[in-house]
């Protein structure tokens, strides 16, 4: 296959989807080899639109060459300009790194920064084939940013973060933006975060996406916690209290009242739609996760979502019991009727709850995360604030999420 006509037809393929969307962007994905960052790689496959795994450990992967889609959106979210310095963190194959160099031209450079040595070879390796110079790669810990460059006009990480470390806010020039994926209460967002003058990080620019996450000292940890003998793992905020994973259980064992919903679901609604309204207005929202493909449980209860899990409502605080999102027909492409079941003493309280917060969702027009406004306040900064569910407390940051319908509160 002719390497360049299908480069052309990815790059053809990514605008009219709106992925790309600017001049300059669409320049970089044209020039730029995507198959020499991909040796071995038929070029049907290394012009596919389509994440490659190019490492695992233990069976899963630890870096991939992300999908030419998602790229293009972070680009446009980045908003490069002739001269930037720019600091990535997550190298992987380079291939990133080398169109954001195409972008930003031999008056700004791009540091890019892997934790795994190897990795950083096999990306120099790339650059070099590619014909690209005037990226700095280095092998090191991107939890502490590189100092060596900074400022940076644009830091941006390819890789999944928990949180915002202070050092890489440390290390952005004024006015300066961040861009990451964040998790955010069981939904993983592209942020782009502006850095303002009074320390605040405000976001104009939320995107779903579902990156690799980060190794080393900024690792996060596993939020999702097996239920015993359900092959069902349940997943809460980490800053939502501990769950008693025996009460859980023995509420999923205790299937009681179906009620249908007014709202149908897609799969996307079920994480980045009202999965994460759900998590940003109700205290006691959870998600549940199938862990083993085989888990039945009543109403096909996993059915739903992308990989196989529902979100759910499981108050700690009141009678003990749970509410889920169900599957009221078999999912199909687009959005399937759905039914909110109820488990245990407790489950009718909490499903009157899940069916009122999905009137609000529908009334609220079917936000999705691309409608909610973010706004991080690092440590030790003063800044207004939200009611109590819209505030994610984070090791090093808060961070405020404002529907279109929500009101700041004055601290
Ligand atoms: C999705 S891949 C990045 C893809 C890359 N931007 C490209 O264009 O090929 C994520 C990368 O993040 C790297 N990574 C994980 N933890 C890291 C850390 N703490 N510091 C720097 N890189 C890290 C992984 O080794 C992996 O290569």
Same mark, same amino acid.
């Not at 605040?200 to 996406?209: A, G, I, N, P, T």
């Given at each position: 296959?002719?390497?360049?006509?299908?480069?052309?037809?990815?790059? $053809?393929?990514?605008?009219?989807?709106?992925?790309?969307?600017?001049?300059?962007? @669409?320049?970089?994905?044209?020039?730029?080899?995507?198959?020499?960052?991909?040796?071995?790689?038929?070029?049907?496959?290394?012009?596919?639109?389509?994440?490659?795994?190019?490492?695992?450990?233990?069976?899963?992967?630890?870096?991939?060459?992300?999908?030419?889609?998602?790229?293009?959106?972070?680009? @446009?979210?980045?908003?490069?300009?002739?001269?930037?310095?720019?600091?990535?963190?997550?190298?992987?194959?380079?291939?990133?790194?080398?169109?954001?160099?195409?972008?930003?031209?031999?008056?700004?450079?791009?540091?890019?920064?892997?934790?795994?040595?190897?990795?950083?070879?096999?990306?120099?390796?790339?650059?070099?084939?590619?014909?690209?110079?005037?990226?700095?790669?280095?092998?090191?810990?991107?939890?502490?940013?590189?100092?060596?460059?900074?400022?940076?006009?644009?830091?941006?990480?390819?890789?999944?973060?928990?949180?915002?470390?202070?050092?890489?806010?440390?290390?952005?020039?004024?006015?300066?933006?961040?861009?990451?994926?964040?998790?955010?209460?069981?939904?993983?967002?592209?942020?782009?975060?502006?850095?303002?003058?009074?320390?605040?990080?405000?976001?104009?620019?939320?995107?779903?996406?579902?990156?690799?996450?980060?190794?080393?000292?900024?690792?996060?940890?596993?939020?999702?916690?097996?239920? $015993?003998?359900?092959?069902?793992?349940?997943?809460?905020?980490?800053?939502?209290?501990?769950?008693?994973?025996?009460?859980?259980?023995?509420?999923?064992?205790?299937?009681?009242?179906?009620?249908?919903?007014?709202?149908?679901?897609?799969?996307?609604?079920?994480?980045?739609?009202?999965?994460?309204?759900?998590?940003?207005?109700?205290?006691?929202?959870?998600?549940?996760?199938?862990? @083993?493909?085989?888990?039945?449980?009543?109403?096909?209860?996993?059915?739903?979502?992308?990989?196989?899990?529902?979100?759910?409502?499981?108050?700690?605080?009141?009678?003990?019991?749970?509410?889920?999102?169900?599957?009221?027909?078999?999912?199909?492409?687009?959005?399937?009727?759905?039914?909110?079941?109820?488990?245990?003493?407790?489950?009718?309280?909490?499903?009157?709850?899940?069916?009122?917060?999905?009137?609000?969702?529908?009334?609220?027009?079917?936000?999705?995360?691309?409608?909610?406004?973010?706004?991080?306040?690092?440590?030790?900064?003063?800044?207004?604030?939200?009611?109590?569910?819209?505030?994610?407390?984070?090791?090093?940051?808060?961070?405020?999420?404002?529907?279109?319908?929500?009101?700041?509160?004055?601290?």
């Amino acid at each position: 296959m002719d390497v360049e006509r299908a480069r052309n037809r990815m790059v $053809d393929a990514l605008r009219g989807a709106g992925r790309v969307r600017s001049a300059a962007v @669409e320049e970089a994905f044209r020039a730029v080899p995507r198959h020499l960052f991909l040796p071995g790689l038929p070029a049907a496959d290394a012009y596919a639109d389509e994440a490659v795994a190019v490492q695992f450990t233990e069976g899963v992967a630890t870096s991939s060459a992300s999908q030419p889609s998602m790229m293009a959106i972070m680009l @446009e979210q980045l908003g490069l300009r002739p001269g930037h310095r720019v600091l990535e963190i997550g190298a992987g194959t380079g291939y990133n790194a080398a169109l954001m160099s195409r972008i930003v031209g031999p008056a700004g450079s791009v540091t890019a920064v892997d934790i795994d040595e190897e990795l950083v070879d096999r990306a120099a390796v790339h650059l070099a084939s590619a014909g690209v110079l005037g990226v700095d790669l280095v092998a090191a810990d991107g939890a502490h940013g590189h100092p060596p460059g900074a400022p940076y006009d644009r830091i941006v990480l390819t890789v999944g973060s928990d949180d915002v470390r202070p050092e890489w806010v440390a290390q952005l020039a004024p006015g300066g933006r961040l861009l990451l994926p964040l998790a955010v209460r069981g939904s993983q967002l592209s942020v782009a975060l502006d850095l303002g003058p009074d320390g605040v990080l405000r976001c104009d620019s939320v995107r779903s996406c579902a990156f690799i996450r980060l190794r080393g000292a900024a690792a996060g940890v596993d939020a999702s916690r097996l239920l $015993d003998g359900l092959g069902v793992a349940l997943q809460t905020p980490d800053d939502a209290p501990e769950p008693d994973l025996e009460e859980v259980a023995r509420a999923l064992a205790d299937p009681r009242e179906r009620r249908a919903a007014p709202v149908p679901l897609g799969a996307v609604d079920v994480w980045d739609g009202f999965g994460l309204w759900l998590a940003l207005t109700e205290p006691g929202a959870c998600r549940l996760l199938a862990v @083993e493909p085989e888990t039945v449980l009543p109403d096909d209860l996993l059915r739903l979502g992308s990989t196989g899990g529902t979100v759910a409502l499981a108050d700690p605080a009141d009678v003990p019991g749970l509410a889920a999102v169900v599957a009221a027909e078999p999912p199909g492409p687009g959005p399937v009727a759905v039914a909110v079941r109820e488990f245990g003493p407790g489950g009718a309280a909490l499903g009157a709850r899940m069916l009122a917060a999905l009137d609000g969702w529908a009334g609220a027009g079917r936000p999705g995360a691309a409608d909610w406004r973010l706004t991080v306040v690092p440590a030790g900064v003063d800044a207004p604030t939200l009611p109590a569910p819209q505030v994610i407390v984070k090791r090093h940051c808060r961070v405020l999420a404002e529907s279109p319908a929500s009101s700041v509160v004055e601290p």
